[in-house]
């Protein structure tokens, strides 16, 4: 293979890492310049404020009325009560927005409404529900103490007072305040532009048709929401293959029209990874290599003088590096704390965490609440996985020199959203249509779903993490959890049936191959999908073939090496289904009702059965109760019926086996 690009892009080693504490150090002397700008108040909302605003002008400007009523003195009320009214003579009516003339003398009422000015001789107002007309005159019922009901001038804001400080976020709030010392603008911070340039010749913009060996370019939409939530703006530069040339001059394109540019990819020390020699050599390069996790392989620098950072291109490590790191750059300048404190929260945990100690490790956690307390678990997920953060609710921090924390410690998570609400329910499982529809029935409960493989679910339960699984682990015996379960080891476990659905063989409309058995699979040159190891499907599978491969006097091994396939695992029923609509594969193992939902044929190979395994000490907490009835309600069994390929079971809800 040659090596595209430049000669400089020979292999590597990373320079000497610096830690992340280094890291901000060096990136303090990067001040971005802080600009402001004049803006009408009526686009104000969101924007920072970058002046002390000071009222030239009283709020409200006059004294006025709070109520609709009766402008009268407050000592001519004196002695009133519900059974005897005092007359006063009504001389005028004020309404709102008119200088009223004359005066409220003695033993007289004004009629005046809410807003209006308080009329010369007049100290309070008597509510019109107090009162009574009787001809010319007015019967008060209710005495009432000088400036009750009224609202003296600059009662709100006096003229002169500071009304709003520089660094406020306008919202509405501010925002009316501004109005109503009569502002029409105010100076606000501009927002810096930030630059996303994606490196990568395996990137492809979302819209258009993937080609194999492609992935969407994801960090540039990711980094974008990142530089709005940071206040700055952000300006998509696109996507540049590993080439030397293209990615020199995009960035000079970039440090024309940016604050601060940013890259996405290309920064390992591996050849290819050229964002490194092209600061080195065209730019500055200030670090190479960071000790955090995720993130090693970040770059900080300069180019064309302008503040420069190489993000990773891993998803996870792109977004980790830039909210440490680049946001607070940015907050900075569009005049905001770089340090806001955002959600924290106390969780124990639900296991133990390693870390490999060398460096400051952000490890993101999902939350689960049970009863009353927070549990935080690891979310665990092949690196690069696009979907690590959309899983988690935040994260902790474990600092470089440690190793280990313990399970039920107690940790602080940095929350990555303001308003999170942890679930009531985590469940982890085989994916199943049943369970969604479990779930749509229990509107009022927040539950999270993650779909596992039957025994990752085990496993998830075992160490205290999921509260209820969903599983469906066949037995040589032919039969379904319940023999697993007794050879597990698991204890203080209940197994509550679920329902019955149907596996089996997923096929192109119109069954072309004309398919009719796993046994095709063997002796038909098909293109197979396999499902991941640890999936109640691919035990399904491999029971099927055992039995072949026992009626042929072969080994499994022997077997599946004449499967073309056997080992591509596709990591869900509709990863799939997915492929064999692509026409990437000519068969697959899924459940009928997946079949139904994409279209395809459908070949039945084994009625399986679908249990949710809980805590013993769960069996009675109200949520697992619920979906205890709601499995053994005709109305849901009904609606399960409607799900191709699910019936009930006579036992559904019933816990069968305890151990
Ligand atoms: P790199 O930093 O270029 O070695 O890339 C590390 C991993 O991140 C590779 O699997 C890339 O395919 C992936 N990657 C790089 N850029 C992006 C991007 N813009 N969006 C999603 N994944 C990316
Ligand atoms: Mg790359």
């Known amino acids: 293979m040659s090596q595209q690009g430049h000669p400089h892009a020979e292999r590597k080693e990373f320079r000497q890492l610096i830690s992340a504490e280094q890291a901000r150090t060096l990136i303090d002397q990067f001040d971005l310049p802080q600009r402001t700008e004049a803006v009408p108040i009526a686009e104000a909302y969101g924007k920072v404020l970058a002046e002390n605003v000071y009222a030239d002008q009283s709020v409200p400007p006059f004294t006025r009325s709070l109520m609709d009523g009766y402008a009268?003195?407050?000592?001519?009320?004196?002695?009133?009560?519900?059974?005897?009214?005092?007359?006063?003579?009504?001389?005028?009516?004020?309404?709102?927005?008119?200088?009223?003339?004359?005066?409220?003398?003695?033993?007289?009422?004004?009629?005046?409404?809410?807003?209006?000015?308080?009329?010369?001789?007049?100290?309070?107002?008597?509510?019109?529900?107090?009162?009574?007309?009787d001809g010319e005159d007015v019967l008060v019922r209710k005495a009432v103490a000088p400036?009750?009901?009224?609202?003296?001038?600059?009662?709100?804001?006096?003229?002169?007072?500071?009304?709003?400080?520089?660094?406020?976020?306008?919202?509405?709030?501010?925002?009316?305040?501004?109005?109503?010392?009569?502002?029409?603008?105010?100076?606000?911070?501009?927002?810096?532009?930030?630059?996303?340039?994606?490196?990568?010749?395996?990137?492809?913009?979302?819209?258009?048709?993937?080609?194999?060996?492609?992935?969407?370019?994801?960090?540039?939409?990711?980094?974008?929401?990142?530089?709005?939530?940071?206040?700055?703006?952000?300006?998509?530069?696109?996507?540049?293959?590993?080439?030397?040339?293209?990615?020199?001059?995009?960035?000079?394109?970039?440090?024309?029209?940016?604050?601060?540019?940013?890259?996405?990819?290309?920064?390992?020390?591996?050849?290819?990874?050229?964002?490194?020699?092209?600061?080195e050599e065209q730019g500055e390069l200030i670090a190479h290599g960071i000790k955090i996790k995720p993130g090693k392989p970040t770059i900080i620098g300069r180019f064309d003088g302008k503040p420069f950072f190489g993000l990773p291109g891993n998803p996870a490590s792109a977004y980790v590096v830039f909210s440490n790191l680049v946001a607070p750059l940015i907050?900075?300048?569009?005049?905001?704390?770089?340090?806001?404190?955002?959600?924290?929260?106390?969780?124990?945990?639900?296991?133990?965490?390693?870390?490999?100690?060398?460096?400051?490790?952000?490890?993101?956690v999902g939350l689960v609440r049970s009863d009353g307390r927070v549990r935080a678990y690891p979310i665990e997920k092949v690196s690069g996985a696009v979907t690590l953060l959309a899983q988690a609710d935040g994260y902790i921090k474990i600092p470089e020199g440690t190793s280990h924390l313990e399970e039920g410690e107690e940790v602080e998570v940095v929350l990555l959203s303001e308003e999170l609400d942890p679930p009531q329910l985590l469940f982890m499982g085989s994916y199943c249509p049943g369970v969604n529809l479990i779930i749509e029935h229990l509107p009022d409960l927040t539950v999270r779903s993650i779909n596992v493989g039957s025994t990752g679910a085990?496993?998830?339960?075992?160490?205290?993490?999921?509260?209820?699984?969903?599983?469906?682990?066949?037995?040589?015996?032919?039969?379904?959890?319940?023999?697993?379960?007794?050879?597990s080891g698991l204890t203080e476990i209940a197994l509550i049936r679920g329902y019955r659905r149907i596996n089996g063989l997923l096929l192109p409309k119109g069954n072309p191959a004309d398919v009719s058995g796993i046994a095709d699979i063997v002796d038909r040159n098909l293109r197979f999908i396999n499902r991941a190891r640890g999936s109640g499907t691919r035990t399904l599978l491999d029971t099927h073939l055992k039995s072949?491969?026992?009626?042929?006097?072969?080994?499994?091994?022997?077997?599946?090496?004449?499967?073309?396939?056997?080992?591509?695992?596709?990591?869900?029923?509709?990863?799939?289904?997915?492929?064999?609509?692509?026409?990437?594969?000519d068969v697959g193992l899924g459940l009928e009702a997946i079949a139904a939902m994409n279209g395809l044929d459908f070949v039945p190979i084994a009625k399986e059965i679908y249990d949710f395994l809980v805590r013993k000490d769960d069996l009675e907490r109200d949520m697992i109760l619920r979906i205890r009835k709601l499995l053994q309600d005709q109305g849901f069994q009904a609606e399960l019926r409607k799900l191709p390929g699910f019936v009930p079971d006579p036992n559904s809800g019933q816990v069968i086996f305890q151990s």
Not at 95 to 123: M, N
Not at 333 to 362: K, W
């Open 147 to 279: 400036g009750e009901n009224i609202m003296n001038a600059g009662d709100d804001i006096v003229s002169g007072d500071l009304v709003l400080r520089s660094g406020a976020r306008l919202t509405p709030r501010e925002i009316g305040v501004l109005a109503a010392v009569g502002r029409t603008e105010a100076t606000v911070y501009r927002s810096p532009i930030v630059g996303i340039l994606s490196t990568g010749d395996e990137l492809m913009e979302p819209g258009q048709a993937l080609t194999p060996g492609k992935i969407y370019n994801s960090n540039a939409y990711a980094l974008q929401a990142a530089i709005e939530e940071a206040d700055g703006e952000p300006r998509n530069l696109g996507i540049v293959g590993d080439d030397w040339e293209a990615i020199e001059s995009v960035l000079q394109q970039a440090a024309r029209e940016c604050d601060l540019i940013l890259t996405s990819g290309s920064t390992s020390a591996g050849a290819g990874d050229i964002i490194y020699h092209i600061l």
């Open 72 to 133: 009268v003195r407050a000592k001519n009320t004196f002695g009133t009560e519900e059974t005897k009214s005092i007359r006063l003579k009504l001389v005028g009516q004020i309404e709102a927005g008119v200088v009223p003339e004359g005066v409220v003398g003695e033993g007289e009422a004004a009629e005046i409404a809410t807003g209006a000015l308080i009329p010369e001789g007049a100290d309070a107002v008597v509510m019109v529900e107090r009162t009574d007309l």
């Open 548 to 585: 072949i491969a026992a009626e042929r006097d072969l080994s499994l091994k022997q077997l599946t090496q004449r499967i073309t396939g056997y080992e591509v695992e596709a990591s869900s029923h509709s990863a799939v289904a997915a492929a064999i609509r692509n026409g990437v594969a």
């Open 331 to 364: 907050r900075a300048a569009a005049g905001r704390d770089p340090h806001p404190r955002t959600g924290r929260l106390r969780a124990r945990l639900a296991v133990s965490i390693s870390s490999d100690g060398g460096r400051l490790e952000q490890k993101h």
């Open 458 to 487: 085990v496993r998830a339960i075992r160490k205290g993490i999921a509260d209820v699984i969903g599983i469906h682990l066949l037995d040589r015996s032919g039969e379904y959890n319940v023999p697993y379960l007794q050879t």
